[in-house]
């Protein structure tokens, strides 16, 4: 069964802090990787999509990492805001049909 | 732009009644998705459309229908609700299938909850 598997579940860090969120997944034929951003009573919304050739994707102090082989991939935020507080969903896309399987998320709290 | 608009945000059901989800979009996109997220869970797909008039089955279909009468406009349907589809639906949409540097826009959701 295809899977992502996302860790920690919950995170807190004070203002100003970088953390790295991490996501396994067991989805096979991959075809992209997407982090979404999800704030509290929102829909998702992307921040960095990866193909299998990428390591690495910015969106301004998000990073995004990839690695096809381990089946692995991280999202780091720099210099962590109270406006980060949110979960953040990893979505991995499987064959041509652009099947997806969402992760349960991470839930980010930046406290000040 | 309104983007991707739910209606209604919020509604309390009995188990048996029935309702409908409304979901319209106003960026000419192909695609359309209704999803279902619960605690606990990554959010996962009831049934999609790839267009006017076309709709497909998805992870968790049952209990739903939908309709796509109209480009801008995807429903999603429960004849006879059940506590069990107590849930956050999320309506989005897309140029093309989730594929390559496509991206889905979500809807802002709608909590419904069956007694």
């Known amino acids: 069964k295809n899977q992502v598997e996302q860790s920690p579940q919950s995170l807190i860090i004070l203002e100003g802090k970088n953390c790295t969120l991490q996501?396994?997944?067991?989805?096979?034929?991959?075809?992209?990787l997407r982090w979404y951003k999800q704030d509290t009573g929102r829909g998702p919304v992307s921040l960095t999509i990866m193909t299998f050739s990428e390591n690495t994707k910015s969106n301004g102090r998000y990073t995004a990492t990839l690695d096809a082989d381990t089946k692995q991939s991280s999202l780091h935020i720099t210099a962590s805001q109270l406006s980060d507080s949110a979960s953040y969903i990893c979505?991995?896309?499987?064959?041509?049909?652009?099947?997806?399987?969402f992760g349960d998320g991470t839930t980010l709290t930046v406290k000040p | 732009n309104a983007g991707v608009t739910q209606t209604p945000k919020f509604r309390v059901l009995k188990t048996g009644q029935s309702m409908t989800l409304l979901c319209a979009q106003d960026m000419n996109h192909e695609y359309m998705y209704w999803y279902r997220q619960d605690p606990g869970m990554g959010l996962r797909l009831i049934h999609y459309s790839v267009g006017e008039g076309t709709t497909a089955k998805g992870e968790v279909p049952d209990g739903y229908n939908v309709s796509r009468l109209k480009k801008q406009n995807f429903l999603l349907g429960l004849e006879s609700a059940a506590p069990s589809q107590t849930s956050v639906y999320f309506c989005?949409?897309?140029?093309?299938?989730?594929?390559?540097?496509?991206?889905?826009?979500f809807g802002a959701g709608s909590r419904l909850t069956v007694l």
């Open positions: 996501c396994n997944y067991t989805v096979s034929p991959f075809s992209n």
């Open positions: 989005a949409s897309s140029y093309h299938r989730e594929a390559g540097a496509n991206v889905l826009t």
């Open positions: 979505v991995v896309i499987y064959t041509n049909a652009g099947k997806s399987t």
